[in-house]
């Protein structure tokens, strides 16, 4: 009977932008689970109803997202479905999904390096709940005003990271002309004591346009002055040499003329 059968144990619930899995152990053999969600103020809904996996997708019966939830998996036999008798079952620890789903990792739209300017343009993850239109609701659209983002950047290869927040979708930032920046973009929510920090957008790095100075620096600064006083120089000095090798040679052919004279 009911009794002899093992109930579930590490029981948690996995859930990102809402889209929330509970998984237990151990795989069953010679019976079943079935899944019963029971909110504080909503009626007990069942899932996952006589399964052999130790998963179950609840997604849909969370939608009340400030709701607290206990889930209770029971271990049933098939057989024993008409007994009266409550089967054995294991309750999970309280969820809310408002306040413990992960938010995702944002998606990057569209950004630019132009002159002093970064400039990045991103998208909020989508969540399983739509609208009646069909449209999928944004964790925007869910959060409003308790979600932020940050953008964090630094220049390509330095360790050094800078950070601004903003609640809509777009940031513009000043950085080092001509210097290739790298960022990512985060979702926060400052009024949770855990799971605060979301996932991390993928890391980008801009390809500023560099001129030859920004390329090579103080190098080619170094050169460009030589090559300046050399040039200085040749103007200066050149017109001298030339000027005394006129006059020599016009004070050589006066001395050659004299010579002749005297012959």
């Known amino acids: 009977g009911y009794t002899d059968l093992p109930t579930a144990v590490n029981i948690t619930w996995s859930s990102i932008n809402f889209k929330t899995i509970l ?3 151990p795989k069953p053999s010679g019976y079943f689970y079935t899944v019963e969600i029971h909110g504080q103020t909503s009626d007990v809904k069942r899932k996952c109803i006589l399964t052999s996996e130790t998963e179950c997708d609840v997604t849909d019966v969370l939608r009340n997202v400030k709701e607290t939830y206990t889930a209770h998996i029971l271990s049933v036999e098939p057989a024993e479905m008409d007994n009266f008798e409550e089967p054995p079952f ?25 002159g002093s300017k970064l400039n990045v343009v991103f998208k909020d993850p989508l969540t399983p709940y739509m609208f009646s239109n069909g449209s999928f609701l944004s964790i925007q659209d869910i959060f409003q005003h308790d979600l932020e983002y ?14 601004v927040t903003t609640k809509s979708h777009n940031f513009e930032v000043s950085v080092d002309s001509g210097k290739n920046y790298c960022f990512y ?3 926060i929510i400052p ?7 979301g996932q991390e957008s993928m890391v ?14 103080t190098e080619v600064f ?10 200085i120089t040749l103007a200066i000095v050149l017109p001298v040499v030339l000027c005394k090798r006129k006059k020599a040679k016009k004070a050589r052919a006066v001395r050659e003329k004299e010579l002749l004279n005297g012959v």
């Open 23 to 25: 998984q237990w152990q």
């Open 90 to 114: 294991a309750v999970s620890e309280k969820f809310i999904p408002y306040s413990q789903t992960v938010i995702g990792k944002p998606e990057i739209k569209d950004y630019s390096q132009k």
């Open 150 to 163: 940050k953008l964090y950047y630094w220049k390509d290869q330095s360790s050094g990271k800078k950070d």
């Open 185 to 187: 973009v985060q979702g």
């Open 191 to 197: 009024s949770r004591r855990e799971n605060r920090n």
């Open 204 to 217: 980008l790095c801009t390809s500023a346009e560099k001129n030859i100075l920004d390329e090579y620096g």
């Open 222 to 231: 170094i050169i460009l002055a030589v090559i300046a006083v050399a040039v």
